[in-house]
């Protein structure tokens, strides 16, 4: 398998990459983001063969369709010590940690796909967890070192840092929007001690910070020095790990491959629902992709209008679901690379509007018109929506769900079809966003032992201005 950056020009097709080759950089020197040269598509009797995988085989049969270069046996031996029940053990009452991803049918046709019950309870880790094992396998064959330059809106943040604390040749440089996640999500970050890790606080949002490791990451000679690697969806194997469990929620809700189910899917950054997108594109039998935004509704105005007008950081609002305060998605190049026919001259050309501050209009081409062939809806949820789903889930259903969850099931609701199931993804626990949780029920979410009483633990953060410059003096200076 090889891979290509959506910014491809001629001469640089020519020299397409192995997975190993882009597994550590993120970024393709052009700016671009890398995608398979083609898309694998599955046979039937494959995914007939998949559908009785436990998580870890399953894994290991998606990924090898992407990955040819490291030996089968060892690929086997990284997804089975990465997809534990132990790893994945906050499973609510009644769900079985062993399945990883656990299915909970909230009434028929309609289902939480958890995601959430990694070791920093968001679905960050069940990619994040994979990106560490591979890093140190990857590493430790080359002998090398990385520094991980990476930016959270809460929850990338905190998974990159679980997953690599204590890891041999990697430090994690994470830059994270000041004031702006959750009190739990920051004691998640910054409370860790260990001493390759390093927190960051922008005086700006999540899109500034992004900015800052692009612009870094586009320093050839500064990123080549100092080792810089990525681990945010801008990266490959992010996407990869995440299509994983897509195939794992459709064989959970299905008895049939030839049965459909759509997806609902929180939104920011674009990353979760690509990955939906690409096991649609292998074959996956996916009805509908349902985009769900909060008060940031730049993908929902796009998918509904052919505008992708990404916003200024006046323009972003600071809401209660933080982790999807997100106005400029960095994935979203990739779904545009399939949407203009893989012609890399248009999305230079699109991007290079990104860049300069405007967007795009795509409501009149051709490629707009195409655009129900990928199967995507969206819908956008506010504020009052989320204190309304979060109770009537909990009411209805006996379920207490997050706030990005909650936005996931509202634009769900207006997309369900009679005879197909609606999956909703669970990206995060309740504990993540308590005080929303305590606007809306009046009690606090439970929170497992280990992470009780983490806001009142020590807290190590440098807080910079919004500042390339500023930002690569403190990985040298950190780099001694
Ligand atoms: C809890 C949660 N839900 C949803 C999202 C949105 O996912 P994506 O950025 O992949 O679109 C994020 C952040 O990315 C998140 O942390
Ligand atoms: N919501 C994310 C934002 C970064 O997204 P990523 O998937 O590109 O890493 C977060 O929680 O940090």
Redesign the pocket.
Known sequence: MRYLSTRASAASSASSKSFCEILLGGLAPDGGLYLPETTPRLTRAELDAWRTLSYPDLAFAVLSKFIDDIPADDLKAITARTYTAETYAYVRDGGDASEVTPLRWLEPGLALLELSNGPTL???DMAMQLLGALFEYVLEKRGEEINILGAT????GSAAEYAMRGKRGVRVFMLSPHGRMSDFQRAQMYSLQDENIVNIAVRGNFDEAQDIVKAVSGDADFKARYRIGAVN?INWARVAAQVIYYFKGYFAATKSNDEKVSFA?????????CAGHIARLMGLPIDTLVLATNENDVLDEFFRTGVYRPRSAAETHTTS?P??D?SK?S?FERFIYELVGRDPAVVRALWAEVDAGRGFDLSQTPYFQRIAEFGFVSGSSTHADRLATIRKTWEQYGVMV?T?TADGLKVAAAHRQAGVPMLVLE??QPVKFEATIVEALGCTPPRPAALQGIEQLPQRVTVLDVDVAAVKALIVEQLG
Do not use: C, Q, R
């Open positions: 968001a679905f960050k809106s809460g929850d990338t969806s899917v929180p939104s920011g950054n674009f990353g979760n629902i679901s982790s999807m997100i998605a994935n997050d990005h990206t995060a």
